[in-house]
């Protein structure tokens, strides 16, 4: 998860388990819009094989064969059915493992949507990609494709966001004066948050560093929310620069 980063300093903020993993969250983004309920990722879903699940230590069993997703949707007081629009940041098995159930569409009357690009990316793997795209996830889903950044919905843009895979999104929202970006894979976690802490999974750090270098000058122009996907504590806070590079402030943490 931290790449080049000497485990010595990254251990600091994410202490390992005796198999080398760390707590990771996966938050999806739940928006309330005029146009119905948007979903933004869908996590890890419920379709992986046994040994998968002991590999990722996958946590993800909710009540009477759910997952947790709909778990956390049901104490909202919504079901799958009441999701109008899913919005893939990536196609990833983490972040859309949630898009079909063992008996089909997880969200079976809403419009999903993901950028052009990714899904022909994930379509065509090799031998570095193919265990991240996972084709259970993504086929026979009938994407809308939008291609670079879009308003997908008023107030809701899709924001390439490059580095990790070629054609990740990051997913801006603005209501009421105020905006927020769930960052996804770009900035997993709030650890992640100094320039060169990049994830060995990306694909092409150096895209990652300057994606990130651009996204976070806007981000603290502007005083968006950042909403972190993998963070199991820090569920989002607002940039403030710091001797050593960038740290948050109005963070809203869990417990």
């Known amino acids: 998860m931290f790449g080049v980063v000497p485990k010595a300093l990254w251990a600091r903020r994410a202490p390992p388990d005796d198999r080398n993993r760390i707590p990771l969250a996966l938050r999806c983004l739940l928006v309330e819009h005029d146009d119905g309920l948007v979903l933004i990722d869908t996590g890890i879903g419920n379709k992986e094989s046994g040994k998968f699940i002991d590999i990722y230590g996958v946590e993800n069993t909710g ?44 969200f079976p009357r809403a419009r999903y949507v993901v950028q052009k690009g990714e899904l022909d990316f994930a379509r065509h793997t090799n031998e570095r990609t193919a265990g991240s795209y996972l084709p259970h996830n993504f086929e026979g889903v009938p994407f809308q494709l939008i291609d670079g950044e879009t308003e997908i919905l008023p107030g809701i843009r899709g924001l390439p966001t490059p580095g990790h895979v070629p054609y990740h999104q990051s997913i801006l929202l603005e209501s009421g004066g105020e905006k927020a970006c769930f960052v996804a894979d770009l900035v997993p976690t709030s ?33 968006w929310l950042l909403v972190f996907e993998h963070d199991p504590q820090v569920v989002s806070g607002r940039l403030a620069r710091e001797h050593m590079g960038f740290g948050l402030v109005q963070q809203k943490v869990l417990g």
């Open 63 to 106: 009540q009477d064969g759910r997952t947790k997703l709909e778990d956390a949707l049901r104490e909202l007081g919504h079901g799958p059915e009441d999701i109008r629009w899913v919005i893939n940041t990536h196609l990833h098995f983490d972040h859309a493992g949630g898009n079909l159930s063992r008996e089909g569409l997880a």
């Open 191 to 223: 650890a992640h948050l100094p320039l060169p802490w990049i994830m060995g999974y990306d694909l092409e750090p150096l895209v990652t560093l300057e994606t990130r270098r651009r996204l976070y000058q806007r981000a603290e122009a502007e005083e």
